[in-house]
């Protein structure tokens, strides 16, 4: 069982910054790939970025790539967002995703979300 706490949200001015963390605690046995999604109200849930379990690879969705970066501190069992550049649009939710990896069994963990409102 692994539990995730978003924190770092707020509201900003477009152009502004801000960076989420995502703290998580619990099972410490099988390796985690953690990722970012996003949700504005009536939308669907959206991948934002990811990191691979040993942080060697990350990705991003086109609509934030070059503004946000996705960092992980292993000693602190943090994950985090750097969001620099913030636009109207990407006011929403923002949720931490853990997944496990092989060996381990296939599980997936989220947080309760943080909300970010960025206002033009």
């Known amino acids: 069982q692994v539990h995730l706490v978003e924190s770092g949200g707020g509201s900003v001015q477009a152009g502004g910054s801000l960076r989420l963390s995502c703290a998580a605690s619990?099972?410490?046995?099988?390796?985690?790939?953690m990722s970012w999604y996003r949700q504005a109200p009536g939308k669907e849930r959206e991948f934002v970025s990811a990191?691979?379990?040993?942080?060697?690879?990350?990705t991003y969705a086109d609509s934030v790539k070059g503004r946000f970066t996705i960092s992980q501190d292993n000693a602190k069992n943090t994950l985090y967002l750097q969001m620099n550049s913030l636009k109207p649009e990407d006011t929403a939710m923002y949720f931490c995703?853990?997944?496990?990896?092989?060996?381990?069994?296939?599980?997936?963990?989220w947080g309760l979300g943080t909300q970010v409102t960025v206002s033009s």
């Open positions: 990191i691979s379990s040993r942080g060697g690879s990350t």
């Open positions: 995703k853990a997944q496990s990896v092989w060996p381990c069994a296939t599980q997936a963990y």
């Open positions: 619990g099972d410490r046995y099988c390796n985690y790939a």
